[in-house]
C-alpha cells in the first residue's frame, strides 16, 4: 500500500545516455513534483504539476523533461546524462499546493559514471 | 543563496531529554514552516507544520516555535527516543504567493538518540 513509489531504487549509467525514472501515487492527490537532494544534501524543487499542468520548472537543464501522463503519474525523463546529474531524485505529491504537507517517495539514487 | 539554514549538521541526546533543532530563514515572504523526517534509503516524512500567524504547534511530544521577527524557528522533541534518531529537515514556503507547493529546504540535522 505504498503511497508514492519510484522506480528505480538505484540507477548507475554512463555519462550520455538517456534515462527516465516513474513515480506513482495512489493518494489520489492532485499535485506531483520532483526533488533533487544533491551532494551538499539540500532538497531542492525542480518540478510541480497540478492536474497535469506544469506549474514550476525550476531552472532545470531542458535535458530534463518531466512527463505526466495522468494525476498518478509524474516520469522524469533525463537526455545525454552528465557527471553533474548524479544526486537522489524524490517524487512527492500532495493535494493542492498550499499549506498541504508532501509525501515523499523513497528516492532513485542515480549515479553518473 | 540558502534562504533556509539549519546550522547545527548534527545533535546527540540522551534518551528521555529534550531535542532542540534549530533553523533560520532569511526570505521574509515565507509564511508557512514544516519540518520533515528522514530515516535512511526512505524519503521524508512530514512531522508538523507551522503557519507564520501562529507562535507554536504543538503534536505529541513534538513542538515547533516561530519567532517571525528572528526568523528563526525550532523543533522540540519530549522526551527524545532512540527511534526519533534520523534527518530532520526544515522546510518552509510562501503560500500566498505563485510558488505553488513549493518547499525550500534547509540541509537537515542529523539526531542522534542513546539509550
Known amino acids: 500500500d505504498t503511497a508514492v513509489s519510484q522506480t528505480p531504487k538505484y540507477l548507475v549509467t554512463q555519462m550520455g545516455n538517456d534515462k527516465s525514472i516513474k513515480c506513482e501515487q495512489n493518494?489520489?492527490?492532485?499535485?506531483m513534483y520532483w526533488y533533487k537532494q544533491d551532494s551538499k544534501k539540500f532538497l531542492k524543487i525542480m518540478f510541480s504539476?497540478?492536474?497535469?499542468?506544469?506549474?514550476i520548472n525550476e531552472t532545470v537543464p531542458n535535458r530534463f523533461s518531466p512527463k505526466s501522463p495522468d494525476k498518478a503519474h509524474l516520469n522524469l525523463h533525463i537526455n545525454s546524462l552528465e557527471l553533474g546529474d548524479s544526486a537522489v531524485y524524490f517524487c512527492?505529491?500532495?493535494?493542492?499546493?498550499?499549506?498541504?504537507?508532501?509525501?515523499f517517495g523513497n528516492g532513485t539514487r542515480l549515479t553518473v559514471t | 543563496d540558502q534562504q533556509v539554514k539549519q546550522n547545527s549538521p548534527s545533535l546527540s541526546v540522551q534518551e528521555g531529554r529534550i531535542s532542540i533543532l534549530n533553523c533560520d530563514y532569511t526570505?521574509?515572504?515565507?509564511?508557512?514552516f514544516l519540518w520533515y523526517k528522514k530515516y535512511p534509503a526512505e524519503g521524508p516524512t512530514f512531522l508538523i507544520s507551522?503557519?507564520?500567524?501562529?507562535d507554536k504547534n504543538e503534536d505529541g511530544r513534538f513542538t515547533v516555535f516561530l519567532n517571525k521577527s528572528a526568523k528563526h524557528l525550532s523543533l522540540h522533541i519530549v522526551p527524545s527516543q532512540p527511534g526519533d534518531s534520523a534527518v530532520y529537515f526544515c522546510?518552509?514556503?510562501?503560500?500566498?504567493?505563485?510558488?505553488?507547493?513549493?518547499?525550500?529546504f534547509g540541509q537537515g540535522t542529523i539526531l542522534t538518540v542513546h539509550p
Open positions: 512527492a505529491s500532495s493535494q493542492g499546493g498550499g499549506s498541504a504537507p508532501l509525501h
Open positions: 493518494l489520489g492527490h492532485d499535485t
Open positions: 504539476y497540478n492536474n497535469k499542468e506544469l506549474i
Open positions: 526570505n521574509s515572504m515565507f509564511d508557512y
Open positions: 507551522i503557519s507564520s500567524i501562529k
Open positions: 522546510a518552509a514556503s510562501a503560500i500566498g504567493g505563485t510558488s505553488y507547493g513549493k518547499l525550500t
